[in-house]
């Protein structure tokens, strides 16, 4: 069966027109959620991520613009961003080059791939999932419609593994389009009548239900639900996704699509969407191809490096059976309130040029530390680095390859990468309240995570890609702390395709039995409502390696170090320089701390 021709469609209705500033003071109001943005602020100066950053990439280009996630980040304003735009084709039009082929056949796995099948345990069920409010009127018909054109457009959406997750020399493999047909997939629930505040419990049922069908083996990476209330009222529609073909970015993709779907639904026209520039199968092979380069096995010994254990180990240790698999009983979700989050996300992130990573991660190590501080440790023999030892999860759309563009394509990107933070012996009690110390500290982080090349991609590539330096890196364990910031979401709004109130947005759901990757694991979100940002942390831990309440109390000193960082950047003395922020060869921070405080002694 050939591989069909895919008709684009324009997907924002923002035409690039003679003003990319216009254009893009728009996206970067769409995407972080305000009524307006001035041509002189900066993307990240707005609290916008690496995450966010991507979507304005992806609608810029349906608007005719090109830019890069790199540039959207890096621009200090729009005005800065819109003169390295390039022009080009709106979606619709020739577009220019043609995007690499759509290949189809067996799949080169990639290193996340390689992560989950070591876990070891059951994975058939393993998902994320989205609820949206539906229009009033998107019946049966237009849901069959505008799933068949998520799964011919995306994919990754037909994915197939016929001998199971992690069989040994197993490859996925990619069917043509047209060949998983929507209506296999989609169940149709008559909701006329539901109440409103019943709908939450009847989607989580049929979800489960929904989730019990997923079956990789079988070409079935996806089940949606329809939860029609008929033509005066709005439904819901469940999208229930298998892992190993979606990710955080992916569901902004896909949201942006549905919305798509409708508009040309309601206007007599056949959904159909606008391909990937880079297809995942494409960049899978860059992947398998990059892994045995010289300037990723040159990182090796970095890596190494890296994961060496930590003098004070947490108060847990890894059982000799493994971990226990996620339960209940064993995790805490705490939420942060708009007071604390709006600076946090927004204020704090500018103080040193840095990202939220770089806030969220200096708290946690900074409490990591009070931690080890009440066991005793920081008494005689005590860490005199300091170093904290956590695993990173990042987006994974990384510009590492020249003429890949990755903001419209859906699939499991995630990268997973170590990161040692040492701080030293910082004063805790000092920090606690807000003073010099945190500075110092988020200077340090932020110079630590600068460092890491192409923000961690290369680890799991070494780890998992290449024979030769795979089996030294495993030996070498994983640090028992996993971390993973995934953005900002939209949460409470009305409209057509929000997310739907009383459902996670896209937090992973693991089978029974599958045991957890890390001793404990903190999976944060900024949630965006009517009352402002707030910032949503679920602690999960095994029981066989941690106590339960000394990671209630991690988490909630963590959030007392957040609050802390919120006071600091509030002092007229907080931020400054670090030595990545500057072109001067071997300058180091103490010395661009003193030129600072010299500086101001002059003023």
């Known amino acids: 069966m050939a591989e069909p021709v895919h008709r684009t ?44 950053a991507i979507q304005v990439v992806s609608r810029a280009r349906a608007a005719g613009l090109a ?24 979606v619709g039009e020739d577009a220019g080059p043609a995007t690499p082929p759509r290949r189809l056949g067996p799949l080169a796995p990639t290193p996340i791939m390689g992560w989950l099948a070591e876990l070891g345990g059951p994975v058939d069920t393993y998902n994320q999932s989205l609820v949206l409010r539906t229009p009033p009127g998107f019946g049966a018909a237009a849901a069959e419609r505008t799933v068949q054109a998520l799964l011919d457009t995306h994919e990754m959406l037909r994915l197939r593994l016929p001998d199971g997750i992690g069989a040994t020399g197993a490859e996925p493999v990619v069917p043509p389009a047209g060949s998983v047909a929507a209506a296999d997939l989609l169940e149709h629930v008559d909701a006329r009548g ?39 009222h709005q439904g819901r529609l469940a999208l229930v996704i298998h892992h190993l073909v979606v990710d955080g970015v992916s569901w902004r993709i896909l949201q942006d699509d549905l919305r798509s779907c409708w508009t040309a639904l309601t206007e007599g026209r056949e959904p159909v969407l606008e391909p990937a520039a880079t297809p995942f199968a494409h960049w899978a092979d860059l992947l398998r191809a990059e892994a045995t380069s010289g300037r990723r096995t040159a990182e090796a010994d970095r890596w190494a490096a890296a994961l060496r254990e930590a003098p004070q180990p947490l108060a847990g240790v890894r059982p000799p059976g493994g971990l226990d698999p996620e339960s209940p009983e064993n995790t805490l979700t705490l ?21 939220v990573n770089d806030v969220l991660l200096t708290a946690l ?15 005689e023999g005590a860490d005199e680095e300091g170093a904290v030892l956590i695993d990173v999860e990042g987006h994974g759309r990384e510009d590492v390859t020249d003429g890949t563009d990755l903001s419209r394509t859906v699939g499991w990107f995630t990268t997973v990468f170590p990161v040692r933070l040492a701080l030293g012996r ?90 957890m990757a ?82 101001g002694a002059l003023l």
């Open 9 to 52: 469609v324009h997907r924002t209705g923002h035409p690039a027109g003679p003003d990319p500033v216009r254009t893009l003071r728009t996206l970067f109001a769409e995407v972080l959620g305000r009524p307006e943005v001035d041509a002189g602020d900066s993307f990240t100066g707005l609290g916008g991520d690496s995450i966010q």
């Open 67 to 90: 830019v890069s996630t790199r540039d959207v980040l890096r621009a200090d304003s729009v005005s800065a961003l819109a003169a390295t735009a390039r022009a080009q084709g709106r």
């Open 194 to 232: 539901t109440a409103e505040g019943e709908l939450p419990a009847l989607t989580r049922e049929r979800m489960r239900a929904a989730r019990r069908l997923l079956s990789p083996r079988d070409g079935h990476m996806l089940r949606a639900v329809l939860l029609d209330r008929g033509p005066g």
């Open 335 to 355: 939420t942060l309130g708009p007071e604390v989050t709006g600076p946090l996300l927004t204020t704090a992130p500018g103080l040193v040029n840095g990202t």
């Open 365 to 379: 190590a900074l409490a990591v530390l009070v931690r080890r501080g009440a066991e005793g440790a920081d008494e």
């Open 426 to 515: 910082p004063d805790l009690d000092e920090a606690r309240l807000g003073g010099p110390a945190v500075g110092a500290a988020l200077r340090l982080v932020k110079e630590e995570l600068r460092a890491v090349p192409d923000k961690g991609i290369g680890f799991g590539l070494l780890r998992h890609l290449n024979s030769l330096t795979g089996p030294g890196l495993a030996a070498r364990g994983i640090p028992q702390i996993g971390f993973n910031y995934l953005g900002r979401f939209p949460m409470g709004g009305d409209a057509p395709w929000d997310a739907a109130p009383g459902h996670d947005f896209a937090l992973d759901d693991a089978d029974e039995g599958l045991p």
């Open 518 to 599: 890390h001793a404990v694991e903190v999976n944060a979100a900024a949630h965006e409502g009517p009352d402002g940002l707030t910032l949503s942390a679920t602690w999960t831990w095994a029981g066989s390696a941690f106590p339960g309440p000394w990671v209630r109390d991690l988490a909630r000193e963590w959030f007392t170090m957040l609050r802390a960082v919120v006071t600091h950047a509030a002092r007229p003395d907080a931020g400054g320089l670090t030595p990545s922020d500057v072109s001067l060869a071997q300058v180091s921070q103490a010395d661009l701390d003193t030129f600072e405080s010299q500086l």
